[in-house]
């Protein structure tokens, strides 16, 4: 049985950090891209970053420079380092698997940590 599962959401003041974590557990870890996406209330998911198998990285404009991705295929964790956090960071965070060969797409995905950036 496949499983994401998010941690390290809660509260904090703007300026702030947090480090979300997931698990993985079911799936090669290591051959899968990881994705994190976030949803705040009322708006569609949006696509925050990605560390693709072999360890490179993108981030969405709004959050280069503050958050960084990083895997570590032993424990089969990704993480989501957020630094400098803003209000408009709020928002409902999820990680998500995929694995893309010969035209076919395996995803999954976390059931997702909220993080609040409130003064």
């Known amino acids: 049985q496949v499983q994401l599962v998010e941690s390290g959401g809660g509260l904090v003041q703007p300026g702030g950090s947090l480090r979300l974590s997931c698990a993985a557990s079911?799936?090669?870890?290591?051959?899968?891209?990881m994705n994190w996406y976030r949803q705040a209330p009322g708006q569609q998911r949006e696509w925050v970053g990605i560390?693709?198998?072999?360890?490179?990285?993108a981030y969405t404009d709004s959050v280069k420079g503050r958050f960084t991705i990083s895997r570590d295929n032993a424990r089969n964790m990704v993480y989501l380092q957020m630094d400098s956090l803003k209000p408009e960071d709020t928002a409902v965070y999820y990680c998500?698997?995929?694995?893309?060969?010969?035209?076919?797409?395996?995803?999954?995905w976390g059931q997702g940590t909220q993080v609040t950036v409130i003064s």
């Open positions: 560390i693709i198998s072999g360890g490179g990285t």
């Open positions: 998500n698997a995929l694995f893309k060969t010969f035209g076919k797409s395996t995803e999954y």
């Open positions: 079911g799936i090669s870890f290591s051959i899968y891209d």
